[in-house]
């Protein structure tokens, strides 16, 4: 398994373990929670690839790289509203 993802399902143990969680209702919080983070980490993948090009006054003056930024943003709004809904953090 993936470095990364082993390290998603210690986060998400620890996250079930803190909120002493019953035999009944562990299993779902578990998987609920793993995929909530798993689509946190998408959604920081996609900003960490706009966001240096965002932040880079040059490069958002190429026309190139304005069409890539907006291309990211939108990646990353379209994630975050089809599996958290469209509320802004």
Known sequence: MNARICKIAQE?????????LGEDSYNIEWETKFAE???QE?????????KPVLE??????DTHWD???HCG????VAIREHFFGVDDD
């Open 12 to 20: 998400t143990d620890a996250w079930c373990d803190q909120r002493y």
């Open 37 to 39: 983070l798993i689509i």
């Open 42 to 50: 998408c959604m920081r993948q996609v900003e960490e690839q706009y």
């Open 56 to 61: 880079d006054e040059a490069m958002m003056k």
């Open 67 to 69: 069409g890539y930024v």
């Open 73 to 76: 943003v939108d990646s990353y």
